[in-house]
């Protein structure tokens, strides 16, 4: 099923009611004892993984949330995103997170993958996100444009469509 999962320090009951208090709907929020309890072999890692699309996390506990999750998180492109339960907007801040993207890991290739969006993004915001991402990859990768020879665009069916060549 699809939804969104929220992940925050314990006591789980005050965040379920802050989450209804502000008018927010999250399929689920545990607390950090369920999630080692409950969630500690990796079968159930899998099942938790694959019912929901989006793991938000506390930024409180964001640091130990990794070595909880594994690697499947990661392989299935599910990283935790991080928020903050203590941001007077809370409303924009979950939304804000559920249409973003966390990348852990850029790789050790010469050949990266940025996810920017899912099919279901309207345009304008898939423009946006890539154009963030080309951004942030600039601002990071010496010495900026200049060391980047190609940019695709690609969904998980599709062929890569070029929207950038180096000449």
Known sequence: SSGINAE???????????????????????????????FKELEAKRILCDSHDVFLVDDKVLPIIPRWFGSYFYRKGKAPVKVNLKKKDLKQEIESATRSYMVANLGKGNNLSIPC???????????????????????????????????????????????????
């Open 117 to 167: 969006g899912r099919v279901s993004f309207d345009n304008e915001l898939l423009s946006e996100n890539v154009l963030s991402a080309l951004t942030e990859l600039c601002a990071n990768v010496n010495p900026g444009l200049k060391n980047i020879k190609a940019v695709y665009l690609k969904t998980e069916n599709s062929v890569a469509l070029p929207v950038y060549a180096a000449l």
């Open 8 to 38: 925050y320090g314990d006591p789980q009951r005050y965040y379920k009611d802050l989450m209804k208090t502000n008018n927010i709907s999250i399929a689920r929020v545990i607390g950090i004892g369920k999630l080692k309890k409950k």
